[in-house]
């Protein structure tokens, strides 16, 4: 068994509704209607909930560099914690990405150095608010690149 399989288990919308009712509008316009939460660039980012094992779903941000890959941001707007996606990608770093009307399952490591400033280069252009997040937080904002499993 793919542990990709793991996304056919049961999915468990946010209990925050605006985050739900962003998942809803991405599934039922294939992504092609802009988001109120993260602007026009944007997907739905699957995660496996740490303790639940069920599927989660965020919308996001899109930071991709054309090659397959993407990478995803643990803002929360600048807020002193994590998002909850963080930590279930922390405890099973697999994803499934779902872009326009694509679908592509991921593996998942978070990035420093070098590599996670090249990274949040990429995402500041697309979402400039990034480094003003980091800037209202003592947190270190986690930073993961998705890749293509294989």
Known sequence: MSAFEAFTAEYEPSPWEPIA???ELY????????????GDHWFVLWTLGAKSAKVRKT???????????YAVVGSQGGAPTN?????NLRANPIARV???????????RE??????????????????DYDDYQAATERSI???????AG
């Open 142 to 148: 986690p930073l993961f690149v998705l890749e293509p």
């Open 21 to 23: 009712a962003e998942v």
């Open 98 to 108: 779902q872009d326009g009307d694509e679908i592509h399952d991921l593996t998942v």
């Open 111 to 128: 990035v420093t150095g070098a590599e996670k400033a090249t990274w949040w280069a990429r995402a500041v252009s697309v979402w400039p």
């Open 27 to 38: 599934e039922r316009s294939g992504g092609s209607e802009p988001s109120a939460v993260v």
């Open 59 to 69: 919308p996001l941000v899109r930071v991709a560099d054309g090659e397959g890959r």
């Open 83 to 87: 998002p909850q996606w963080v930590h």
